[in-house]
């Protein structure tokens, strides 16, 4: 079973499936997506950045983040267990109770370790905390099927219906990726579709929600997100090609 290292945990998320959730974020994708806004969760080793714009040169550099005085230097990938993120959701168990909320897994890409992240909802689902997963689909289709007595809600990344545009824009195939999305509307999956909206890439897609309308998607479970470049600074700190289009 590969296990992946952890990139970070969100408390008091609200943008990551219903209610007031904890997120856990895993480090590991196999996608290479040009907009990628996270480009520290593909590898899924730990990585060094050293943000130059907050090094003030001191000269007393130990590749230890916790002594940096500027925080200049961060480690992306730190080992965590299940039981250890298993007590770190339930910390926040009556904001869930109150609010209908719950645990989501994002990544990276979760299902890059479907097994582990198997182990983690089925324990999570023990405490009977909501469990949603933040995913590309992009996994062998028994990968679902094994994850979907244990998923409370699916929040599936649908980048565009054409395979030729996908494979450039992401470096794989969307084949697999259509037939587990349809495999979860066949099983009357809980979902909300997120479809990225890049100027001058993506935001004139009608191919895309044609498909997702032809599935049986309706368009109250698809939800646009906003693309903002921001994350130049992480490309440049971790010394590794900008590919993210600049907004317009």
């Not at 904890?22 to 480090?27: E, G, H, L």
């Not at 324990?123 to 062998?140: F, G, N, Q, V």
């Not at 996908?166 to 037939?179: A, E, W, Y």
């Amino acid at each position: 079973m590969k296990i992946p290292l952890m990139l970070d945990t969100k408390r008091m998320a609200i943008h990551d499936g219903p209610g007031i959730r904890t997120t856990f974020f895993v480090k590991g994708c196999p996608l290479h997506c040009v907009w990628c806004h996270n480009p520290e969760s593909i590898k899924p080793e730990a990585q060094w950045a050293r943000f130059q714009h907050l090094c003030q040169q001191c000269a007393k550099c130990t590749m230890d983040e916790a002594t940096c005085p500027t925080r200049a230097l961060k480690l992306y990938g730190k080992p965590w267990t299940i039981d250890d993120l298993v007590k770190k959701a339930l910390e926040d168990k009556p904001f869930y109770d109150r609010t209908g909320g719950g645990v989501t897994l994002s990544g990276g890409e979760p299902l890059f370790f479907w097994e582990w992240a198997y182990e983690l909802f089925a324990a999570l689902k023990k405490e009977r905390l909501h469990t949603c997963l933040d995913t590309s689909l992009y996994a062998p289709p028994a990968t679902i099927e094994k994850l979907l007595p244990v998923t409370d809600m699916w929040l599936p990344d649908f980048k565009c219906d054409d395979d030729s545009m996908h494979q450039k824009f992401t470096g794989v195939s969307n084949s697999i990726i259509k037939k587990n999305l349809e495999r979860l509307v066949a099983a009357k999956a809980k979902l909300e579709v997120r479809c990225l909206v890049v100027p001058g890439l993506t935001e004139d897609m009608p191919a895309r929600y044609a498909y997702l309308d032809s599935i049986g998607i309706s368009r109250k479970d698809v939800v646009e997100l906003e693309y903002f470049d921001y994350a130049r600074s992480k490309y440049k700190a971790l010394g590794i090609p900008d590919t993210m289009p600049r907004c317009l």
